[in-house]
T-cell receptor, first 116, second 113 residues
């Protein structure tokens, strides 16, 4: 099955700096890569996603890049703000045998702390 | 919040007792999922459903069963709860198979003593 590794496990930045979180996946058939943000005690929330036919996607201060050859994808947050502090999870979804129900395999999470 | 509710939101139970968690959605989504979240493990898929009475196992299904007799409800049952099943349980829905997007419910914190 798919295996997703996420690094770093913790990341501390100053307000205004950029933050980068990286994930690698094992199954070359994976074709969908979402990122979730989870604040303390809350549900994970989808913040951005990318499909395997796209190399980069941006949404205001966040962007995701995908390198299919190397089987890794990254989340980039620019101009970080204290409200960006949360746990971020990457995930990958794989077609299996031609039928896929969108089963996601998650990374272990990154605790991002943005210091004012 | 994609119209997803979970009940109960918190539960404390004793080892060996049966426990059922409920996920309810109001928007007639076909695909529903149960995950557990534990420190250091991210979210792990327990079971999922692709329609009424259509369910399948996920990554960590041992000790859990599910049922879906109505589109709007997806039940997760721990037949005989163990301390290793202490966790936060999230239900999720996918509005469209092709999109793979999943949206999560508010979660249930379960403690097995």
């Amino acid at each position: 099955g798919e295996n997703v590794e996420q690094h770093p496990s913790t990341l501390s930045v100053q307000e205004g700096d950029s933050a980068v979180i990286k994930c690698t996946y094992s199954d070359s058939a994976s074709n969908y890569f979402p990122w979730y943000k989870q604040e303390l005690g809350k549900r994970p929330q989808l913040i951005i996603d990318i499909r395997s036919n796209v190399g980069e996607k941006k949404d205001q201060r966040i962007a995701v890049t995908l390198n299919k050859t190397a089987k890794h994808f990254s989340l980039h947050i620019t101009e970080t703000q204290p409200e960006d502090s949360a746990v971020y999870f990457c995930a990958a979804s794989t077609n299996a045998g031609g039928t896929s129900y969108g089963k996601l395999t998650f990374g272990q999470g990154t605790i991002l702390t943005v210091h004012p | 919040d994609a119209g997803i509710t979970q009940s109960p939101r918190h539960k404390v139970t004793e080892t060996g007792t049966p426990v059922t968690l409920r996920c309810h959605q109001t928007e007639n989504h076909r695909y529903m999922y149960w995950y557990r979240q534990d420190p250091g493990h991210g979210l792990r898929l327990i079971h999922y459903s692709y329609g009424v009475k259509d369910t399948d196992k996920g990554e960590v299904s041992d000790g859990y069963s599910v049922s879906r007799s109505k589109t709007e409800d997806f039940l997760l049952t721990l037949e005989s709860a163990t301390s290793s099943q202490t966790s936060v349980y999230f239900c999720a829905i996918s509005p469209r198979q092709a999109s793979y997007e999943q949206y999560f419910g508010p979660g249930t914190r379960l403690t097995v003593t």
